[in-house]
């Protein structure tokens, strides 16, 4: 029987401990395109947040629990594994180098040792396979202007690396192509980050099996500052595809080798973005399907949500195909009528999904790896769906994208005449998107009758370049405005979904700034809030953050500090910390390069000095985000602890 009880004191059976049991997540996959073996990169926080690499139909650990496949180029990394012809060639964490194994065999380093070099994005050379070209970042000097990244070769007979591309200050996404007679990578250089503006080349290749040289270096798209060409993947030998964001979204582009033509793939430009910002290394948003450079497999995001298309590089038309993952990513070629992806639905969390499309039939989806197949635990009656609402923020009504999910539990419902208390969830980047597919951590909290708002504020990727520009120089200004704003709106008529009084907001990273912006310039609209590894101070952001970022605030907040000093000096929460009347909750690893515990520590005492209420916790050897068990169970149980003393909840479980 249905129990009436106060919204934010319902019981449970999402716990912190059920979480974890699920938490060994995929992060990335890929597949050996000789055997379309496919493998997962999966996170294991109850082993002490290392990586593994899984044979995924056969749920099979690849390395023994020494192993830890991941790597730092960039920082936040990506792509630190590849598979060609029953090999697997990986970064392993601990010492950054580079080892081959073979199925059932030991771990063999290919990269010199007592290196200070980072390794990832790796394409084997497909006649001279024991040539591999690679991102080489070389952190021999320390400190983010001299940080130098190049692309190399790394020759596994010889273990020697060489350099053959440099001069730009980032590279992504080299590959060879199918008869190996080409290169092709994307690169760009400060102040664009790869979504502001990148270029994309290719050059002949020429090898004597021992050495590989590059010749007729070409331009292929792309414009510094303007233009964000991105995501090159070959068609066939003399085709590139790739997106770009000329027409406003990133759009379907091909570059032909023999004609020297660069062309929109699409009769149109559409107004969806077929792939994301570039954060991390593995990112990929379309494939080929034949390799005859006449079809494409792509996701898009369209109203909030991914679709699949195919693609006629012939024709320019698309045909959307049903899809139920609502969030997906990551694409990898298995066949002419195969690909395999990173897929969650509003439903299930994520996991790797292996699309077959025939030709005269609907395609067929199949959960992969174990955790996917397996049934949830928690019925789907306590699962609550996002619901995408679009708000006009005044003065001008531009449009914020929100998702919203309700208080949903079977078991419990809340008095007639009583609104549920918030989390307005600040999602990080601060150019990212709050997602509609499942998550059990919101899930976590929806079940316990509160309600959970995401807010897509201006300056979220996945509605084209324009709305990410309504961040440029107003970084610390729209973001906070459009979430307060949000806030407000839904506890007002005609939405009056929530209480106006019992309104949190949390945020990670930039995410942690936009709440600590909001509670020095709009104190009265939160009852708490969490930071979780936020930014507190912008000069110390330009400072001594890392080289992958280091030019991005300036665009983010108008200029550099010597240029616009009293912005940086309006917008850095630690100075405004007087007027924070919000009880606060900062968490903080003691291992982050990208926020460094500083930054909490710095605005915990200004707080603590003028006798606001102020929790400061440290998890020692965590790093941008959280990878053990063990902190992901306390940091959860920590902020719902806080909120319900601070809201006064007398809750009905721990």
């Not at 509160?450 to 324009?466: C, E, I, K, P, T």
Request: aromatic residues 10%; negative net charge; glycine residues 8%.
């Amino acid at each position: 029987m249905t129990k009436t009880a106060s919204y934010g004191t319902w019981s449970s059976p999402i716990t912190s401990d059920a979480l974890l049991e699920n938490a060994a997540g995929v992060d990335e996959t890929f597949v050996d395109p000789i055997t379309s073996v496919i493998y997962h990169i999966e996170k294991r926080p109850s082993e002490g947040g290392r990586n593994a690499i899984v044979v995924t139909e056969e749920n099979r650990d690849l390395l023994g629990k020494d192993w830890n496949v991941r790597t730092e180029v960039h920082s936040y990394g990506g792509a630190p594994a590849i598979a060609y012809g029953g090999v697997v060639y990986f970064s392993h964490f601990k010492d950054s180098r580079v080892y081959m194994v073979k199925d059932g065999g030991e771990p063999e380093p290919i990269t010199p040792e007592d290196k200070p070099y980072r390794y990832a994005r790796f394409t084997v050379h497909p006649t001279h396979t024991h040539l591999l070209v690679s991102i080489l970042e070389d952190h021999t000097n320390d400190v983010p202007s001299a940080i130098v990244n190049t692309l190399c070769v790394i020759n596994t007979k010889a273990k020697s690396v060489t350099t053959i591309v440099y001069g730009a200050d980032f590279y992504s996404h080299p590959s060879f192509s199918p008869d190996g007679s080409h290169l092709v990578w994307q690169q760009w250089n400060h102040p664009d980050m790869p979504w502001e503006g990148s270029e994309i080349y290719c050059a002949k290749v020429s090898t004597d099996g021992s050495k590989l040289v590059l010749d007729d270096v070409t331009y292929v798209a792309g414009k510094a500052k303007e233009i964000s060409a991105s995501y090159p993947f070959w068609a066939s030998s003399d085709v590139i595809m790739f997106t770009s964001d000329i027409s406003g979204f990133q759009n379907p582009w091909k570059y032909t080798l023999s004609s020297h033509l660069a062309a929109p793939v699409l009769q149109q430009p559409v107004e969806q973005d077929f792939a994301q910002p570039g954060w991390r290394l593995d990112f990929d948003w379309g494939v080929p399907l034949e390799l005859d450079g006449k079809m494409a497999l792509y996701t898009a995001l369209k109203d909030g949500r991914s679709v699949l298309y195919v693609v006629s590089l012939v024709s320019g038309t698309l045909e959307e195909i049903d899809c139920p993952y609502v969030d997906l990513g990551g694409l990898r070629r298995v066949a002419h009528d195969a690909v395999v992806f990173n897929g969650a639905t509003s439903q299930s969390g994520w996991g790797v999904i292996l699309c077959s499309i025939k030709e005269y039939g609907r395609p067929q989806f199949t959960a992969l790896n174990a955790s996917a197949k397996e049934a949830s635990k928690f019925p789907p009656s306590y699962i609550s769906a996002a619901r995408a609402i679009t708000i006009p923020i005044p003065p001008n009504n531009e449009p914020v994208y929100v998702l919203y999910l309700p208080p949903k539990n079977p078991e419990y419902e809340g008095p007639v005449d009583e609104k549920p208390p918030c989390i307005v969830d600040v999602h990080g980047g601060p150019t990212g998107r709050a997602s509609p597919a499942l998550s059990w951590s919101k899930q976590f909290w929806t079940t316990r009758g509160w309600a959970w708002l995401d807010v897509n504020y201006g300056g979220s990727s996945g509605q084209g370049r324009q709305y990410i520009n309504r961040l440029a120089g107003q970084w610390g200004v729209v973001d906070v405005e459009d979430c307060v704003h949000a806030a407000q709106r839904l506890s007002s008529p005609p939405y009056s979904l929530i209480d106006p009084k019992r309104i949190v907001i949390t945020g990670q990273s930039s995410g942690g700034f936009t709440v600590l912006a909001a509670l020095c310039n709009f104190p009265d609209v939160f009852a708490a809030a969490t930071s979780s590894f936020g930014i507190s101070n912008l000069y110390k952001l330009a400072e001594f953050t890392h080289k992958f970022e280091s030019h991005y605030p300036f665009k983010l907040i108008g200029g550099t500090p010597d240029e616009v000093p009293q912005i940086y000096h309006e917008r850095s929460p630690v100075f405004h910390a007087d007027k924070i009347k919000s009880p606060l909750l900062v968490l903080q690893g003691s291992d982050d390069a990208v926020v460094p515990p500083g930054q909490a520590e710095e605005i915990v005492n200004t707080i603590k000095k003028r006798g606001g209420r102020v929790e400061y916790v440290v998890y020692q050897g965590e790093g941008h985000g959280w990878r053990k068990a063990e902190t992901i169970k306390d940091a959860l149980e920590k902020e719902l602890a806080f909120y319900r003393d601070v809201l006064r909840l007398a809750a009905a479980d721990p």
